[in-house]
């Protein structure tokens, strides 16, 4: 009587066409179809930590970036367009590292379902991190008068800030990809 060898045949993938038992490559699994809601879950999540050091580096808020004092208060009207611009440099700055990040150093690019999702998370990221930033200047700013203008309380005035960080995400994946296509060698035609 012989014994079981306890090695029974090799379990396969049905979405993997490569052979028994090889595990598929790590960007067979990237590029599969079902992306995974982490990706965009994270990045909006990263919109709290963003829209907190808008407060903190805009004129309005704390004002750390500038450190002028004429700017620390919503009355002076100069400092409504620098507390936008710190919000889109955030926002350009956050973009960009969620495309680099997603694209990495992995073979072939990021799937489209994946880009898709990012950018949503993106856009999810923006819109948790101007309401973040928002609801900072409302809990350790000072009690404003908005009666003149609303925009004298720490706010956004241009809503079109909210789309750079999606597009940045967009953007960065595809100079990423742009850029690790012109860096491989010509195919050889046998």
């Known amino acids: 009587m012989t014994q ?32 995974s809601w982490r990706v965009p879950a994270v990045i909006a999540a990263a919109g709290v930590p963003v829209g907190l050091l808008w407060w903190l580096l805009a004129p309005g808020g704390l004002n750390l970036l500038s450190g002028d004092p004429s700017l620390a208060t919503g009355t002076n009207a100069e400092g409504w367009l620098p507390r936008d611009l710190v919000l889109a440099g955030l926002f350009l700055l956050a973009g960009c590292i969620t495309g680099f990040l997603l694209n990495g150093k992995r073979t072939g690019a990021p799937a489209p379902g994946a880009v898709l999702l990012a950018v949503v998370g993106g856009a999810f ?61 010509p195919a050889q035609d046998s």
């Open 4 to 35: 079981p060898s306890g090695a029974g045949p090799v379990p396969q993938n049905p979405k993997h066409s490569g052979e028994a038992g090889i595990p598929p490559a790590y960007g067979e699994l990237y590029r599969g179809d079902r992306p």
């Open 125 to 185: 990221g923006a819109l948790i991190a101007w309401q973040a930033g928002v609801l900072a200047g409302q809990w350790w700013g000072p009690a404003e008068d908005t009666a003149r203008n609303a925009s004298i309380a720490f706010s956004l005035r241009a809503l079109a800030v909210l789309a750079i960080w999606p597009a940045a995400v967009a953007i960065a994946v595809f100079v990423a990809n742009l850029v690790s296509l012109l860096g491989k060698p």
